[in-house]
T-cell receptor, first 112, second 115 residues
Framework: QQQVKQSPQSLIVQKGGISIINCAYE??????FPWYQQFPGKGPALLIA?????SEKKEGRFTISFNKSAKQFSLHIMDSQPGDSATYFC???????????FGKGNQVVVIP | GAVVSQHPSRVICKSGTSVKIECRSL??????MFWYRQFPKQSLMLMAT?????????EQGVEKDKFLINHASLTLSTLTVTSAHPEDSSFYIC???????????FGQGTRLTVV
């Protein structure tokens, strides 16, 4: 599996602020890059995903930005809310069997 | 989005017994399902890829005889933890994809505790 590196490991943001988390990946032959949100004791839920034919995708307060040349994509959470406090995983499909490789996760804590 | 249902959500079993976890895609067919294991505050570790109608592909270091996977239909994959021991206690999560280059949808996870 390819490596996917996330940063920062954890993030504390004031309510209403912007949370930014980043993901760097290695070579990939596929064109799909998702972010997942996971709450304690629950399975990950797909939050937003992007294909590299666009550089940015916005869904509500969540924006994903993609930089193909740098092999990076990031998640921006606008107007962060305490309910956004969760662990966020980025993933990238590897070249074999389309298996997703996950990063180690970013823990985001939004304080009131 | 598509729904993947995993059952049970929690199970406690005695050491030496076997436990079966089910993963169902409710509104789509999945030729491939994936099984993950997650330790507290860590990432998802892929255990195996489950292929309908054929043998599962296990990741390096995962014991095939310990973690039996069966993908009998396009909507159901099962993971059986055989002769469970306390070190098998973990959070197990399945995922399924409607197609090759599509999103992966995850089940709710199963918290296994072996006592």
């Amino acid at each position: 599996q390819q490596q996917v590196k996330q940063s920062p490991q954890s993030l504390i943001v004031q309510k209403g602020g912007i949370s930014i988390i980043n993901c760097a990946y290695e070579n990939t032959a596929f064109d799909y890059f998702p972010w997942y949100q996971q709450f304690p004791g629950k399975g990950p839920a797909l939050l937003i995903a992007i294909r590299p034919d666009v550089s940015e995708k916005k869904e509500g307060r969540f924006t994903i930005s993609f930089n193909k040349s740098a092999k990076q994509f990031s998640l921006h959470i606008m107007d962060s809310q305490p309910g956004d406090s969760a662990t966020y995983f980025c993933a990238a499909p590897g070249p074999v069997d389309n298996r997703l490789a996950f990063g180690k996760g970013n823990q985001v804590v939004v304080i009131p | 989005g598509a729904v993947v249902s995993q059952h049970p959500s929690r199970v406690i079993c005695k050491s030496g017994t076997s436990v079966k976890i089910e993963c169902r895609s409710l509104d789509f067919q999945a030729t491939t399902m994936f099984w993950y294991r997650q330790f507290p505050k860590q990432s998802l570790m892929l255990m195996a890829t489950s292929n309908e109608g054929s043998k599962a592909t296990y990741e390096q270091g995962v014991e095939k005889d310990k973690f039996l996977i069966n993908h009998a239909s396009l909507t159901l994959s099962t993971l059986t933890v055989t002769s469970a021991h306390p070190e098998d206690s973990s959070f197990y999560i399945c995922s399924a994809k409607p197609g090759v280059n599509t999103e992966a949808f995850f089940g709710q996870g199963t918290r296994l505790t072996v006592v």
